[in-house]
């Protein structure tokens, strides 16, 4: 059974930095690329980053580009948000999911998801 787990949200003053980690079980998570999204209030989930299996490659959304590194421990099955120079409008429910491939069927999986809050 695939399961992700998001851990790290929190409260955080505007500037300030939080971790996002999200445990993978279930699945080989070493030859799958991993993203995070979010979901403000109101509005559509965004795909805030991406990092493909062996972490060598990440993009970004524009909105977080530089403030934002996507990275992954393959032997920890983890994958992780460093989130710096937080703004209020990075407020928002983070998800880690990924998409994998299971006896021929596409699969995607999403975790819990953790709530961030930046306060002005």
């Known amino acids: 059974q695939v399961q992700l787990v998001e851990s790290g949200g929190g409260l955080v003053q505007s500037g300030g930095s939080l971790r996002l980690s999200c445990a993978a079980s279930?699945?080989?998570?070493?030859?799958?690329?991993m993203n995070w999204y979010r979901q403000a209030p109101g509005k559509e989930r965004e795909l805030v980053a991406s990092?493909?299996?062996?972490?060598?490659?990440?993009n970004y959304a524009d909105s977080v580009k530089g403030r934002f590194t996507i990275s992954r421990d393959n032997g920890k099955n983890t994958v992780y948000l460093q989130m710096n120079s937080l703004k209020p409008d990075d407020t928002a429910v983070y998800y880690c999911?990924?998409?994998?491939?299971?006896?021929?069927?596409?699969?995607?999986?999403w975790g819990q998801g953790t709530q961030v809050t930046v306060s002005s």
């Open positions: 999911q990924t998409v994998i491939v299971r006896r021929g069927e596409v699969q995607t999986h």
């Open positions: 990092i493909n299996s062996a972490g060598g490659n990440a």
């Open positions: 279930g699945f080989p998570f070493g030859i799958y690329g």
